[in-house]
């Protein structure tokens, strides 16, 4: 089948323009994966351009994965060979793994997660003896004004002259101190997986050169997600050739408050005078009142580039707007609503969901959908990786793949207990500072006899023989797991988990965990596509990029309801879709009302309206409870800019001029469906 078959007259026009800059301006539904995954098998097929010369780029690893796999149907194993598709992180990972020598890393660096980040900031404050240093909120406060300080590529000493408050002037010392550390750690975190890389083609003129030949051919998914740092990196890797696809819509960008930059859709114009746009606006997904409802919401916010989405799947039920008496009455019921409808339709649970502005609105639904035994599935819940046993198997294995990761070396320590107390720890730190060693090294050093007891020091030195004896086997086996498995076994885990765990279903679900685990570390060294990658320290790397929170929902296909925040919605589908909260406050969100960023909240509201393929209902409180009390709340917004003459209102209230059932009606027409089914 050739490239492009399937595809609409502007879905071709965009999979066939190749002679320069080219932005796609993707509405919701409007098959944006198959114009990339068509593009990639015609510049292969009939641009010539060999598949190790092209590299697409998106923002998660299920993005990734859909999209190689739909590639791999249009080519031939031969015409796929080399093909990079990635998220934005896991190609900064290969540059920095490919390039080290041009940075101040060394081999075998890890990369920290939040947490591991977060205790790095604690030590600098208490090591400082700032004021709140246990504070969780001020560390998360420097989590992010740090974030934001490298995704704007300014530098630790070019950071003070941005400090408006003492706060910030604080901030900029501790980003000073934490680069350091990740230095002298040899670790980088999320962001330095795309900062650096940033720099490195900024200003190695013969490195860029070397990328830019590289990579012929940039494909950008979700080009409205970008930050600063992921547009710099775009932009040097093109040069001024601008071989280049960026698809995305300004419309659904919402991830402003990760550093997400819409704007950069304007500075693309900007850079690249010879941009050609592309619009997609037929919708494959919506009926048609659900997009007139989309459109005329969005078309409140201002546009760089204007578009209205179009559907030819027919007008489609009304829109429905109920308003209840309170949160509680709220969930009662979109449950009652959902169980009628799914009973008179013979429809799946798993074609509902409900969605929401904040993951506090689920509690009151889910109670409600436990109290009638139905099956919902949670999005957004806790990650593989934050599981306390994974943590734990983890840092072994970072430690054994960088002997100087101090952070990994902290967290397992004491993890089962070996009587090496905080001074003893203490003593070891300031031994290993002044040394210039990392803490694993420092155990092992014969001269910690003038600093430490006897009992203390034998215990550092068993550790450390420990590791560097399951290093050494580690890496000398063809098949590392097995081994990997004996180490977590000999280190006495097994049985501080048994020990720790409360109940016998605890106990076997953290115990699964770790199976689960090996597994995946066997899979990744068993898929690896390059035989360099085949090995214990490739998969650990890769482990610490996946989410397998992904990897599992997407294995688990089974019939129950979506429960989810409108920002996790982002991307998904559903045949009907219920949006809770529609209150002032909430959506739009009380904090955007005051920082004056409601257009995100309209985009958000826009994403809700955009993920329903046939059955749109909106519901709202009169008062909703908030720290015990009840509180009047007012209708959203956002409920005046949708088309009055679309949406049926229930309940209890309804602007001027917009159609209502009243209670008779509304019985009348379940009657009417009920007689209709019981004919079928």
């Excluded at 404050?125 to 995704?151: F, T």
């Excluded at 699964?512 to 995946?520: G, H, Q, T």
């Amino acid at each position: 089948m050739s490239a492009g078959s399937h595809l609409n007259d502007k879905q071709q026009e965009a999979m066939r323009y190749t002679q320069g800059p080219l932005l796609v301006l993707a509405g919701a539904g409007s098959g944006k994966t198959s114009v990339i995954t068509q593009k990639i098998a015609y510049l292969i097929q009939h641009c010539r351009i060999p598949a190790y010369r092209i590299t697409a780029v998106t923002f998660t690893n299920k993005a990734a994965r859909e999209m190689k796999e739909r590639v791999l149907k249009l080519l031939s194993k031969e015409q796929a060979k080399g093909l990079n598709v990635s998220t934005f992180h896991t190609f900064g990972l290969n540059l920095l793994r490919l390039e080290l020598k041009h940075t101040p890393l060394k081999n075998n660096f890890s990369i920290l997660d939040a947490d591991d980040c977060k205790r790095i900031l604690m030590d600098l404050m208490h090591r400082d003896n700032l004021a709140n240093a246990e504070s969780k909120e001020l560390i998360a406060k420097a989590m992010k004004k740090i974030s934001d300080w490298k995704n704007d590529l300014i530098l630790p000493e070019q950071a003070h002259a941005t400090c408006e408050t003492p706060e910030d002037v604080q901030m900029a010392h501790l980003y000073q101190l934490y680069e350091r550390n990740l230095r002298a750690y040899n670790a980088v975190d999320f962001d330095d997986l795309i900062v650096m890389p940033a720099r490195l083609l900024q200003e190695n003129a013969e490195l860029r050169d070397k990328w830019q030949n590289r990579v012929r051919y940039l494909l950008v998914d979700e080009y409205q997600d970008t930050n600063t740092a992921q547009y710099m990196m775009v932009k040097l890797l093109v040069g001024v050739m601008g071989q280049f696809t960026a698809v995305g819509d300004d419309d659904q960008s919402i991830y402003a408050w990760r550093g997400a930059k819409p704007e950069n859709m304007a500075l693309l114009a900007q850079d690249f005078p010879n941009l050609k746009v592309i619009k997609l606006e037929q919708n494959y997904r919506s009926t048609s009142i659900i997009l007139r409802a989309a459109n005329a919401v969005i078309t409140n916010n201002p546009h760089i580039f204007e578009k209205q989405l179009w559907s030819d799947k027919g007008r489609g039920d009304a829109i429905r707007v109920i308003t209840c008496r309170s949160d509680d009455d709220e969930a009662d019921r979109i449950v009652k609503d959902l169980i009628t409808h799914k009973l008179m339709n013979g429809k799946n649970w798993k074609d509902y969901a409900v969605l929401y502005r904040g993951n506090f609105q689920s509690r009151v639904i889910e109670t409600k959908l436990r109290e009638m035994q139905i099956p919902y599935k949670l999005s957004g819940g806790q990650s593989f990786f934050a599981r306390a046993e994974i943590k734990d198997v983890m840092s072994y294995l970072r430690l054994i793949i960088n002997p100087e990761d101090d952070s990994a070396f902290l967290r397992i320590i004491n993890t089962p207990k070996r009587a090496i107390g905080p001074v003893t720890l203490e003593k070891l730190g300031l031994f290993a500072q002044e040394n210039h060693l990392s803490l694993l090294t420092a155990s092992a050093d014969q001269r910690l006899s003038m600093v430490l007891a006897k009992k203390a020091m034998t215990q550092l030195h068993e550790f450390a023989e420990f590791i560097q004896h399951f290093t050494r086997e580690i890496y000398d086996q063809d098949e590392p797991v097995p081994m990997v498995r004996q180490m977590i076994n000999e280190a006495g885990y097994i049985d501080y988990i048994r020990e720790q765990a409360a109940t016998p279903a605890q106990e076997k679900t953290k115990l699964d965990n770790i199976e689960n685990l090996y597994n995946s570390i066997q899979n990744i060294i068993n898929k690896a596509d390059d035989v360099d990658d085949r090995n214990i320290e490739s998969a650990i790397r890769k482990l610490v990029l996946l989410d397998m929170l992904e990897q599992q929902q997407e294995e688990e296909d089974h019939d129950k309801v979506n429960l989810l925040t409108l920002h996790a919605a982002k991307g998904l589908e559903f045949p009907y879709v219920y949006m809770m909260g529609l209150e002032e406050e909430l959506l739009p969100h009380r904090n955007s009302i005051a920082a004056d960023t409601v257009e995100e909240e309209r985009r958000l509201m826009y994403v809700g309206i955009t993920r329903a393929k046939q059955g749109l209902t909106l519901t709202l409180a009169e008062q909703r409870k908030n720290g015990g009390q009840m509180k009047q709340m007012t209708p959203s917004r956002f409920l005046d800019e949708l088309p009055i003459d679309e949406i049926e209102w229930l309940g209890r209230k309804k602007p001027a001029g917009a159609a209502q059932l009243d209670p008779k009606q509304q019985a009348q027409k379940a009657l009417e469906n009920l007689k209709a089914l019981m004919k079928r």
